[in-house]
């Protein structure tokens, strides 16, 4: 028996199916790209339960034949190729003859279709491939075509398919794509009897990104560039509007969705220097070049493209790019964020009131207008006597704006013993009123130590805090800075109160405690990441998300985890999705782990903002007395040490 034999077709067609059928928007794609190569200006397609069951798509193009009808579910049977030289300039978007063939293998398929030019159309009933009915149809003129039961005859592949809300999302954002890289085409797509997209099929690229992404994405920079032979136009996000990934990030190659390193590399090296650490930015960019110059044949599913000259595209998409970027004005409004007291009943600081001209160092402006208790009150009023300085200078300004008939009596109230000067004080209608507060105060002093606590007292209740270490400020108000014998710290207060969060969050295993909004906010996602949280709402709910659907890839969100303020829900839910869609959650634990990574980092206090002393104070008390801490939860250092000597080496004195 020979070791080397030829597969029959049927097994042929199932593993070309495995490489461009691999779950229902895999069908989604092939049809709609069929149905553009057509020449329709309206598509309209249809789902039930993710796909899997139904998925029907109907056209206005140009049909086909009954002989054609037939052909066209032969493998590598197709109307786009004559000749080996046709490879090296493809203009259409489907032209291997695989789908079809591949698609009707794991299938039942019903075709109904018809030329202008004929009388009536064709209906074809295929099972596993085969044609089992064929029969005359009166039927519009176009293409439809429904597939049922998909996967109905490979059972390893149906276990390995979604439920059907991930796998209906994963359509969408299929149509969506199409929808966007052809405008010209009216799309509209039907979800389990609801209308969930419809475009006007107008040409305008900006009509069909309002259609697609709402009107959140009215404020975008419209992209119009030319480079050498190359053409890009589209729409790219501000940078004040980036996003915690690049799942908005679209790529189109001569109306052709792609995935390319490249593009995405010319697109943020545009940003550089513009965009905080962690945020892309989002974008719908078509690129048109000869097709000469690009191979659009190097992956199954036609979503990688060689480009012939790489540094032509990416300078083209780069500078188109920039050049929208600086053109736009984009001036950010000053927001101010709201520091959070460190315990319960601690003051907090104004949100928007400008900085005051510092008073003397013992007595911040913020103390002035606020309630003391007797002890507190008299160290204030100690450190008032303990600037003398000023209150000389006023008390001169004040002997000199009095009347000039009492010289004696002024003179002498100022030369006596203090002891002796308080019954001669004046009446008051014989003396301004500044003068009472201000002479006797320096006659005073000798006996201040007799009626007021001993300073010592208030030095020695801060000592414990600091028993070795001396917390000497902050740097751009991002690093604390401190000092330790021969050594100084720099501990990012960022990464360390995340990470003294994140510690306090996974010590407690109980679900966590969650705050319910009285104004559910609205988080609009793509499709793909709405669907991934949707499978997860469980997991969600564990660690205090309560969401709800409400509308299309637009989730509600209810209740958040204590520790988040609302400003920052909306941005967390958009990460976590980020990483579940990636798969980069897998197991539970890893998906509670990195769920308390995104609620420490949100709550956490962030760099640039103004902090209470006291905060820092019990960042930096934890820090050198937790061995522990050293980085955050997403790996970046908390603290660094210069030592004495690395500072005296670079001032040349060792």
């Known amino acids: 028996m020979p070791k080397i034999i030829q597969l029959s077709p049927h097994i042929a067609n199932l593993i070309a199916a495995g490489e461009v059928v691999e779950r229902p928007a895999s069908v989604a794609k092939e049809l709609l790209e069929n149905a553009v190569d057509a020449g329709a200006t309206k598509v309209t397609l249809e789902i039930r ?58 299938s039942r398929i019903d075709l109904l279709t018809k030329v202008p030019e004929d009388l ?17 149809a009166g039927c519009p003129d176009g ?72 009107r959140d994405f009215g404020g975008m920079i419209p992209v ?90 990416f300078d083209c998409v780069h500078y188109g790019v920039l050049g929208a970027l600086n053109k736009t004005p984009d001036r950010p409004e000053v927001r101010f964020a709201a520091k959070k007291p460190t315990a319960p009943g601690a003051a907090e600081a104004p949100k928007s009131i400008p900085e005051m001209p510092e008073a003397p160092k013992a007595v ?59 019954p001669q004080k004046p009446a008051p209608q014989e003396a301004p009123r500044q003068e009472s507060p201000v002479l006797p105060e320096k006659q005073e002093l000798p006996a201040a130590p007799k009626t007021l606590p001993p300073e010592p007292e208030q030095v020695a209740l801060e000592l414990p805090d600091t028993p070795d270490w001396r917390m000497v400020g902050e740097l751009y108000r991002t690093y604390i800075l401190v000092e330790q014998g021969e050594e100084a710290f720099l501990i990012d207060k960022h990464a360390a109160h995340e990470r003294i969060l994140f510690d306090k969050l996974k010590a407690n295993q109980e679900a966590i405690l969650g705050q319910t909004l009285l104004s ?69 634990d890893t998906v509670r782990d990195e769920m308390l990574h995104t609620v420490a980092c949100k709550a956490a206090i962030k760099a640039g903002w103004r902090s209470d002393e006291k905060e820092l104070l019990e960042i930096v008390r934890q820090v050198m007395c937790r061995e522990d801490l050293k980085y955050c939860p997403h790996g970046r250092p908390i603290c660094v040490t210069l030592s004495k000597k690395q500072l005296e080496k670079q001032f040349k004195r060792t």
């Open 364 to 422: 911040p402006k913020k103390d002035f207008f606020r309630t003391m208790n007797p002890e507190e009150y008299k160290a204030f009023a100690q450190v008032l006597k303990d600037a003398p300085q000023p209150k000389q200078e006023q008390a001169q300004a004040v002997i000199k704006k009095l009347p000039q008939r009492e010289p004696a009596a002024l003179h002498s109230r100022v030369i006596v013993p203090a002891a002796a000067s308080v």
């Open 49 to 106: 339960d993710g796909g899997m069951t139904f998925l029907r798509v109907t056209d206005n193009g140009c049909g086909m034949t009954a002989q054609d009808a037939r052909t066209a579910f032969l493998r590598h049977a197709t109307s786009k190729l004559r000749t080996a030289e046709d490879l090296a300039a493809i203009g259409t978007m489907g032209f291997r003859g695989e789908a079809l063939a591949a698609i009707a293998s794991v």
């Open 520 to 588: 559910p906010i609205a988080v609009r996602l793509d499709p793909k990441a709405a669907g991934a949280v949707m499978e997860h709402l469980e997991m969600m709910q564990e660690i205090g998300f309560q969401l709800e659907e409400f509308g299309e890839n637009t989730l509600l969100l209810r209740q958040i985890p204590m520790d988040l303020t609302p400003d920052d829900a909306a941005e967390a839910v958009e990460s976590l999705a980020s990483d579940l869609l990636r798969g980069k959650l897998t197991q539970p």
């Open 143 to 214: 293409t439809t075509i429904i597939i049922r039961n998909l996967f109905y005859n490979t059972p390893a592949r149906m276990k390995f398919m979604k439920a059907d809300t991930v796998e209906g999302s994963r359509v969408t954002a299929a149509v969506q794509l199409q929808a966007l890289a052809h405008p010209e085409v009216a799309i509209q797509m039907i979800k389990d009897g609801k209308s969930v997209l419809s475009t006007p099929g107008s040409g305008a690229l900006r009509d069909a990104v309002y259609c697609v992404y709402g």
């Open 120 to 136: 009536t159309g064709v209906s074809l009933h295929l099972e596993g491939g085969v044609i089992t009915e064929e029969s005359e």
């Open 224 to 313: 119009d560039s030319t480079w050498e032979k190359y053409h890009v136009t589209g729409f790219v996000s501000k940078p004040t509007d980036a996003r915690p990934s690049r799942s908005l990030q679209t790529f189109f190659v001569n109306h052709r969705p792609v995935k390319s390193k490249l593009l995405i590399a010319a697109l943020e090296e545009a940003y550089r220097n513009q965009l905080m650490v962690g945020k892309f930015p989002t974008c719908v960019l078509c690129l048109d070049l000869p097709p000469a110059a690009v191979d659009v044949n190097v992956h199954p599913a036609k979503t990688e493209v060689k480009f012939l000259n790489e540094k032509a595209v």
